[in-house]
């Protein structure tokens, strides 16, 4: 089993950027696809970006392509998500979560990731 810890959040204002890092133990050494997700109050869970094993493929959400960029560092056990342009609709808590070590098929289903963080908070000011 995996664990995940995140943190980078803060609190910054709408054009400024945050990089929010997840940091992984137990079993680990890029044995998951990765992703971030996020949930803002009274909304469901949503995806926001995915990354491979390798960190070769990734995936983002249509409503941060551009502005994101998910990458992974395995010699460290890390997966970061470095957060340009922020606007005050990116506040949310993000959560990292590990993906199935069977595939390395990146989804956006959360249902398909096998262990969370306890997520890290965003906020946005306008």
């Known amino acids: 089993q995996v664990q995940l810890v995140e943190s980078g959040g803060g609190l910054v204002q709408a054009g400024d950027s945050l990089r929010l890092t997840c940091a992984a133990s137990?079993?680990?050494?890029?044995?998951?696809?990765m992703g971030w997700f996020r949930q803002a109050p009274g909304k469901e869970r949503e995806f926001v970006a995915g990354?491979?094993?390798?960190?070769?493929?990734?995936l983002y959400a249509d409503s941060v392509k551009g502005r994101f960029t998910i990458s992974r560092d395995n010699a460290v056990n890390t997966v970061h998500l470095q957060m340009n342009s922020l606007k005050p609709e990116d506040t949310a808590t993000y959560y990292c979560?590990?993906?199935?070590?069977?595939?390395?098929?990146?989804?956006?289903?959360?249902?398909?990731?096998?262990?969370w963080g306890q997520g890290t908070q965003v906020t946005v000011s306008s």
């Open positions: 990354i491979s094993r390798s960190g070769g493929t990734t």
């Open positions: 137990g079993r680990t050494g890029g044995n998951y696809y």
């Open positions: 979560g590990a993906g199935n070590p069977f595939t390395d098929s990146i989804t956006r289903d959360q249902r398909l990731y096998t262990a």
